[in-house]
């Protein structure tokens, strides 16, 4: 390349990364180590430069643990991912806007394809080729200003309206599970029904509140709720779906889930931090199946990935960029997270996340019915129960990965999150004496002001 400000791989690794596992598409294509290589390292760069900027604490910045297999096929997975949406969507599957922290087993079993809203806006970023860093921070801004005059400038989660309504974006179908850990995506869906795209169609699969793992008739009304969602994408898609269907739905995405607590549990159990900050999130983040928008490919990229993380673990690898005994912060609240680069340079490293967490590790009964098994298990989200049952919850996670303190942050707009925070944080300093913090940021990525990684380094000082 003959950008010099851009990241290269180094050419010397080549080789071995070419001996690794091909990542296997849901259409059963796939794309080898040889073909992901020779993207990442010819095409990526002239299409998508801002991604292989080498400045170090930007939003979308790619690990450079470039022993890790999963790093370089994380990113191009996110760097194809117009190309192959679209492909997808030609044969077919229609997309459909999620809300992030929840399962997505149902819209893949009806033939269609889940985006949550970090998924959508990767989706976007890939559809602006040529940009440099700078250019692509205020194209992304613009959209987000775009969406505060078209919603509320009080709403957090303003993720993929604008995009989506201006036609930017082919999303077939809004159907996210609504009343779900976030104070406005009923809202947000009902914003879409006033919006200038009167074609999308919309749903809301209504979560109910309050003790509801417990009711009976919440069960029921929720399997209602899921039949309704799996056949109107199964019109869209053209097909009628089945239980069947669902029931070999769960089973494959109960691997993912599976896999990604048997990585978690590996990755606690290392006296040294066997990957960093961030390769450890976009990991776990594949057992939700949904990032990617196909999850055969997170599937296998989670096999190979726990493979390489036992091998770390058991010979004491530690990861590049991180100090000897980091201090261990676990992170509670939705859509939040500190920079990743900037918590490892002061001394820490983030070890666990409760908000999208909470689904993934919720597994689902593979006998009998699969709409009751469902939703039985969706209503058991620890994150969506009682203040008392999700501390109780979140304890035992801290527990697990071994915190020394807990970072509770929230969005400003968030009524949820913002009305549980101090109760939370109470109930495990209570119980645990560890110390904790919360702090209310703007939407604004993970660039985050100087002021907010402030008080974090504070934070991780006094820990």
């Known amino acids: 390349m003959a950008n010099t400000d851009l990241y290269e791989y180094p050419q010397e690794l080549r080789e071995e990364f070419e001996a690794t596992e091909a990542i296997q598409f849901r259409d059963g294509s796939q794309a080898t180590a040889a073909d992901v290589w020779h993207y990442m390292t010819e095409v990526a760069p002239k299409k998508y430069p801002y991604a292989y900027t080498q400045r170090k604490y930007v939003d979308g910045r790619m690990s450079r643990d470039i022993h890790?297999?999963?790093a370089i096929k994380h990113n191009y997975?996110?760097?194809?991912?117009?190309?192959?949406?679209?492909?997808?969507?030609?044969?077919?599957?229609?997309?459909?806007?999620?809300?992030?922290?929840?399962?997505?087993?149902?819209?893949?079993?009806?033939?269609?394809?889940?985006?949550?809203?970090?998924?959508?806006?990767m989706w976007s970023r890939g559809r602006h080729e040529g940009l440099g860093l700078n250019e692509e921070v205020v194209r992304r801004h613009k959209q987000k200003e775009k969406a505060y005059h078209a919603i509320s400038f009080e709403a957090c989660q303003t993720a993929g309206y604008?995009?989506?309504?201006?036609?930017?974006?082919?999303?077939?179908?809004?159907?996210?599970?609504?009343?779900?850990?976030?104070?406005?995506?009923?809202?947000?869906v009902e914003a879409h029904r006033h919006g200038p795209n009167k074609t999308l169609k919309l749903m809301n699969i209504d979560y109910p509140m309050r003790h509801q793992a417990?009711?009976?008739?919440?069960?029921?009304?929720?399997?209602?709720?899921?039949?309704?969602?799996?056949?109107?994408?199964?019109?869209?898609?053209?097909?009628?779906?089945?239980?069947?269907?669902l029931s070999k739905e769960i089973r494959l995405h109960n691997e993912g889930r599976r896999l990604a607590i048997d990585i978690a549990e590996l990755w606690w159990s290392a006296d040294v931090p066997p990957t960093n900050g961030l390769d450890r999130r976009h990991i776990l983040q594949m057992g939700g199946m949904e990032i990617h928008g196909d999850p055969s490919a997170s599937l296998t990229i989670l096999r190979e990935s726990k493979a390489y993380i036992s091998e770390r673990v058991k010979n004491g690898i530690k990861a590049e960029g991180v100090v000897d005994k980091p201090v261990r912060l676990f992170i509670c609240g939705s859509c939040v997270r500190p920079n990743d680069f900037r918590i490892e340079e002061a001394g820490a490293i983030?070890?666990?996340?409760?908000?999208?967490?909470?689904?993934?590790?919720?597994?689902?009964?593979?006998?009998?019915?699969?709409?009751?098994?469902?939703?039985?298990?969706?209503?058991?989200?620890?994150?969506?129960?009682?203040?008392?049952?999700?501390?109780?919850?979140?304890?035992?996670?801290?527990?697990?990965?071994?915190?020394?303190?807990?970072?509770?942050?929230?969005?400003?707009?968030?009524?949820?999150?913002?009305?549980?925070?101090?109760?939370?944080?109470?109930?495990?300093?209570?119980?645990?004496?560890?110390?904790?913090?919360?702090?209310?940021?703007?939407?604004g990525g993970s660039e985050q002001s100087e002021q907010l990684l402030n008080r974090i380094n504070a934070f991780i000082e006094m820990i």
């Open 214 to 245: 417990d009711k009976q008739w919440a069960v029921e009304y929720f399997v209602q709720n899921l039949r309704r969602l799996t056949s109107q994408i199964g019109k869209i898609a053209g097909r009628e779906v089945t239980d069947d269907d």
């Open 162 to 188: 604008e995009t989506i309504q201006e036609g930017g974006l082919p999303v077939d179908m809004v159907a996210p599970f609504t009343c779900l850990r976030c104070s406005d995506i009923s809202y947000g």
């Open 68 to 70: 890790l297999p999963s």
């Open 77 to 121: 997975l996110l760097l194809t991912m117009n190309d192959r949406i679209n492909k997808s969507r030609e044969n077919g599957s229609p997309v459909i806007f999620v809300q992030g922290g929840q399962s997505v087993d149902p819209y893949y079993a009806a033939g269609g394809i889940a985006l949550r809203p970090a998924s959508v806006g």
């Open 350 to 443: 983030i070890v666990g996340n409760d908000n999208h967490w909470s689904d993934i590790c919720t597994l689902v009964k593979e006998d009998g019915d699969p709409y009751r098994n469902l939703a039985h298990a969706i209503l058991s989200y620890p994150y969506e129960q009682s203040v008392e049952l999700r501390a109780a919850w979140t304890i035992e996670q801290l527990k697990k990965s071994g915190a020394d303190g807990v970072l509770f942050l929230y969005q400003w707009g968030c009524n949820t999150q913002s009305a549980v925070a101090r109760m939370l944080c109470d109930a495990i300093k209570r119980d645990t004496g560890i110390p904790t913090m919360i702090i209310e940021q703007h939407e």
